[in-house]
């Protein structure tokens, strides 16, 4: 399997983990009522890590939605490369250090680190069209 898939499936194992890891502390936090009800009422008050937590899993589900069919645009067009599989690198230890920059409130280095995700996509997009 080549690197970038491989990438791609280290992302979505890591989005996975975050999902289980909000989940988890949601149910600790708000009990288990909430989660398990068909929430349409307004969620109960979160504290800021949970609620930085909740929107993490909401930026990876963004950031695999770019990431995703980037990697999968690659494979197709057979334009997979050294440079293509650094990207896709620095892609996931991007979101690795990302997720706890976010839950942490490390401002401006979340924002930082998100750029730096961003643009190991955009490489690979660009390296689809070259």
Not at 17 to 33: C, D, F, K, P, T
Not at 93 to 122: K, N
Request: hydrophobic content about 55%; glycine content about 6%; charged content about 15%.
């Amino acid at each position: 399997m080549s690197t970038e898939l491989t990438m791609l499936v280290l992302a979505l194992f890591l989005h996975m983990a975050l999902m289980v890891l909000y989940s988890i502390r949601a149910n600790r936090e708000l009990g288990s009522s909430y989660p398990l009800s068909p929430r349409d009422k307004d969620a109960p008050e979160m504290s800021p890590p949970l609620g930085r937590l909740k929107r993490a899993v909401g930026n990876s589900f963004e950031s695999l939605i770019m990431f995703a069919p980037a990697v999968v645009i690659l494979i197709l067009a057979d334009k997979t490369s050294g440079a293509t599989s650094g990207a896709s690198v620095v892609f996931v230890c991007a979101r690795l250090l990302y997720i706890p920059a976010y839950v942490m409130g490390l401002v401006p280095w979340r924002s930082l680190i998100w750029g730096v995700g961003f643009f190991a996509t955009l490489a690979l997009l660009l390296a689809a069209l070259i």
